[in-house]
């Protein structure tokens, strides 16, 4: 179930903030509409449980994951470029749209929706970079299959998530020299 709505997507929104906060067992539905500046009634005509609402939810994140990498890598000319702009993608996605501490909030649930949302993402990662992920000297040689370096860069991501580096760009550097992307290939795209 998607978004149907600038209602449905404010309470949607307002729902995630809230969980990243209070975690998902102390969530109200009265607090989620107060916070989406709807009506209950109107919560309700969308969401008529907590239930739908957290099934809505899933379907929210994995569309707000698609198409923010998506409009990432849109303008993105080579594979390289496309898979650079992926991986920069990956350590910020998770900080930027679950909050700064939502496993201390409630590690079980947000282990869960990592664990849940895994194969999705691994699916959206090889198609929207396809050829891009051929990249990968693992890829290239055949050791790995493009769903695994791409679950392989899923999984270092949520590493970072859950054990944040000390340096985010030095945790960028070594996926990059694993991806099989240096500086000289990248400025070469670039141009």
């Known amino acids: 179930m998607a978004a149907r709505g ?3 997507e404010l309470i949607l929104a307002a729902t995630r903030r809230a969980i990243a906060t209070k975690g998902p067992g102390k ?8 916070a989406a ?18 099934a809505a939810l899933t379907e929210y994140e994995r569309a707000q994951f698609d198409g923010g990498l998506h409009r990432e890598i849109e303008g993105q000319r080579t594979p390289a470029r ?40 691994v699916k959206t990662l090889v198609r929207l970079l396809g050829p891009a992920l051929d990249q990968v000297p ?18 270092v991501a949520y590493s970072h ?5 000390t340096d985010t760009e030095e945790l960028l550097a070594s996926m990059r020299a694993f991806a099989g992307l240096h500086r000289r290939s990248l400025t070469r795209a670039a141009g």
């Open 27 to 34: 969530l109200t539905l009265s607090e989620v509409a107060a």
């Open 161 to 165: 998530y859950l054990v944040p580096a």
């Open 82 to 121: 496309r898979l650079d702009t992926t991986l920069r993608y990956l350590l910020t996605y998770l900080d930027e749209s679950m909050g700064t501490d939502p496993i201390g909030v409630d590690p079980a649930f947000a282990l869960r929706s990592l664990a849940e949302s895994l194969d999705a993402q």
């Open 6 to 8: 600038t209602s449905a």
């Open 37 to 54: 500046g709807v009506s209950r009634p109107t919560l309700y005509r969308w969401f008529p449980t907590k239930h739908d609402l957290f």
């Open 138 to 155: 693992a890829v290239r040689t055949r050791a790995m299959s493009r769903a695994q370096a791409a679950e392989l860069f899923l999984r």
